[in-house]
């Protein structure tokens, strides 16, 4: 047992570069993706402190309801516009039936409410849609690139996935520096009240984000949904994205992304080479663990704002 | 008029302690338990004691349990449903290693195994809050699920992974476990359980270490600077919660299923839990089994409501539907009433002390 997990693992790393790094690129383009979901999370945290724990179900229902208009007959760039309509007026219902009755409650509460709308969008997006296994019809690259004599192969969805999440990141950035919603999405999460008393509105920050926030699920749930298709276990991968937040911090976009490469290319390392001294499937638990050994020496994530408590 | 206090004088430390100092509420609760131990037994049907008020009264003391540590203690878990694993599965090792243990002491050393687990995973709390813990005891409902679906010994070598919860009698005749036990019997074992637990909660939330617990929950730093270790506290608070989950998953996969599988305590059973405590209340006994009612009936509510009224759906779209209304209900009742129902009833005795005056 030790030698499988001490000694045998680093051996075959040794004995297989290439694998090793193979293994490692697919891990971090894994993680890329992961990524995506937590961008949504950091948004919606950085600008309201809610924890939204129904990003994840919030991917699934915009894969399925791109999927959904794809169906129906719409191109596939109409399917994305719809489905960014119905986004945008999904962060209208939010703010107005969820938000604005729950405001100044505790943080625990408005978790909560968000577990009830991941339950309600689950079970709405799957009575509208229908619960079965759909794929999308429009064709994204699934070949293998061949690096280094064609030993290390490279996924091209993986990569433009990474592509895509670095240009999502980038124009993310920009707009929270550069422009005047950004600066004021900003202000409302330093201080609601202090936004609030220098003529922020709220209520309309709230729907931004929420709205961005649907844009980011849109991007990740056709990434994802090319992916592994569209199908219910596609909002279990928001679980995978909690780890991912913990690790960069709940409140930095490029926490979200750093930590995300950490998670995927650790959990793709370690469930081919210690996974089988283990049973495997530790990808399972994996990114748990880490995520908590970590915080155990730094508790506010990689990036996350000190906690600084005053009595 | 209902609930007048006036002239219940209390002219003892004895009788201001009390832990039910109001005439009307011991009344209330004897006329509960004359119902739960006396009416219910004799006149309910097999169907209703074996699929409402099991699954309730095991619900009702993980309900107790996560609330010691929500509600009590302020520390957010999403790990209820491992815990419950940890208490089903050790039970079955000890009862299977020791064939011959009460099972009563097989259930106490699986709630002291699952308190030593959730010691361990309470660990980080002492540097970790809010979120971030809610988030890290994710990493134990996750492992140990995995470890429990993974490792053979768990389930004695069995190659399909489910067992069967083996025959056993709290006192000879009285089987309580198994394939032979009437629901009856079961039930009552159920109930004895959680009454015991419930007043131990009780009892446990209006002493020094209740009030140790509240005191971190309301101002952490603020507590140890009057002096309570957070430590003793935050960890005594996931010991004992995590107890009366382990117990309560015993319960579950000793007395309500007959069947020890670890899918059956996945994450959704951690929100089912969670649930609850934020419905009934939190920081209320009461709370807890006002939560698990709740929840354990809205399901059967949902998937009997059309059929009542003449309209036939398909399984699958009933499931969506349930997904649907439960989530709107839990915005809903979190909108309504932020402290849970434990606070209405709060309310309705505030109204009841006036009536019939309105002020």
Redesign the interface.
């Known amino acids: 047992m030790i030698e499988a997990l001490f000694i045998t693992p680093f051996v075959e790393i040794a004995e297989y570069p290439y694998f090793f790094l193979e293994v490692l690129i697919s891990g971090l383009l894994t993680g890329v993706m992961y990524s995506l979901v937590a961008l949504g999370f950091v948004l919606i945290f950085k600008a309201s402190g809610v ?1 939204n724990f129904a990003q994840g179900i919030m991917v699934l229902f915009a894969a399925l309801t791109v999927v959904g208009f794809m169906d129906y007959g719409a191109p596939a760039w109409l399917a994305i516009i719809l489905t960014a309509v119905v986004m945008v007026g999904l962060a209208f219902g939010v703010e107005r ?2 938000m604005r ?2 405001v100044n ?5 408005m ?3 968000t ?10 997006g ?2 509208i849609w229908g ?1 079965d296994v759909k794929s999308f019809a429009f064709d994204l690259p699934r070949d293998n690139y061949q690096l280094l004599d064609g030993e290390v192969f490279v996924n091209q969805l993986d990569l433009l996935g990474g592509v895509i999440a670095a240009l999502l990141v980038g124009g993310l950035a920009i707009f929270f520096q550069k422009t005047k919603i950004g600066r004021a999405l900003r202000a409302v999460a330093d201080d609601h009240q202090a936004a609030m008393s220098v003529g922020i509105p709220l209520n309309q920050i709230w729907v931004i984000v929420w709205s961005v926030a649907g844009i980011v699920a849109i991007v990740a749930g056709i990434m994802w949904g090319a992916k592994v298709t569209v199908q219910f276990s596609l909002s279990l991968i928001a ?1 995978k994205a ?2 991912v ?2 690790l960069g911090g ?1 409140t930095s976009i490029p926490g979200a992304i750093i930590g995300g490469l950490i998670i995927g290319a650790g959990e793709k390392i370690a469930e081919n080479f210690w996974g089988p001294a ?5 990808e ?2 994996f990114a ?2 880490l ?2 050994v970590f ?2 020496f730094r ?3 990689l990036f996350g704002e000190k ?1 600084i ?1 005053r ?1 | 008029m209902f609930y007048r206090e006036a002239g219940q004088f209390k002219a003892t430390y004895a009788a201001d302690q009390a832990i039910f100092p109001i005439l009307q509420d011991k009344i209330g609760i004897a006329i509960i338990l004359a119902i739960a131990f006396g009416v219910i037994p004799a006149f309910a049907s097999d169907y209703f004691l074996s699929s409402l008020m099991l699954p309730f009264l095991v619900f009702s003391l993980a309900a107790l349990g996560l609330n010691i540590l ?1 509600g009590y203690c302020g520390q ?1 878990s999403l790990g209820t449903g491992a815990f419950m694993a940890c208490g089903a599965f050790f039970a079955y090792k000890i009862t299977t290693a020791f064939p011959e243990l009460n099972i009563i002491f097989v259930f106490l050393l699986a709630g002291a195994g699952t308190a030593a687990v959730g010691v361990f995973f309470g660990l ?1 709390s002492l ?6 813990l ?3 005891t ?2 134990a ?3 140990l699920i ?1 470890m429990f679906n ?2 053979d010994w768990w389930t004695n070598f069995s190659p399909s992974g489910v067992i069967s919860a083996p025959p056993r009698e709290v006192l000879p005749g009285f089987a309580v476990t198994g394939s032979s036990a009437t629901p009856v019997d079961r039930y009552y074992f159920a109930l004895g359980v959680v009454c015991v637990l419930a007043l131990l909660a009780k009892n446990m939330v209006r002493s020094r270490i209740g009030r140790t617990w509240m005191a971190i929950r309301d ?1 952490d ?2 507590a140890e ?1 009057i002096g309570i270790r957070p430590m003793a506290a935050k960890l005594s608070a996931f010991a004992i919660s995590s107890f009366y989950i382990g117990v309560a998953g015993a319960l579950w996969a000793f007395v309500y299923t007959s069947s020890v599988e670890a899918l059956a305590f996945d ?1 959704n059973r951690s ?1 089912q839990v ?2 609850m405590v ?1 419905i009934g209340g ?1 920081g209320s006994i009461l709370g807890s089994f006002l939560g698990a009612a709740f929840i354990v009936l809205l399901p059967i509510i949902i998937n009997q409501a059309p059929a009542a009224v003449g309209i036939v759906m398909d399984t ?2 009933l ?13 809903i009742i ?2 309504a009433e ?1 402290h849970g129902m434990a606070r209405l009833w709060q309310i309705g005795k505030e109204k009841l002390r006036l009536w019939p005056f309105p002020h």
């Open positions: 924890f039936y969820v009755p729950l409650q505790d943080h625990i509460i978790f909560m409410a577990i009830g709308l991941a339950y309600f969008l689950d079970g709405f799957q009575t619960s679980l909690l780890p937040l913990i709940f283990l049973g495997g499937a530790i399972d638990w748990y663990v995520a908590l915080l155990l508790p506010q994530g906690i408590e009595v | 929500l957010l980080p540097r970790i809050k809010g979120f971030y809610a988030v890290a994710l990493a409902q996750f492992f995995w993974k490792v101002m730093i603020a600077i994450i929100f969670l649930f934020i939190l699958a779209l499931g969506h539907i349930e997904f649907m209304v439960l989530g709107a209900l839990i915005i979190l909108i932020p």
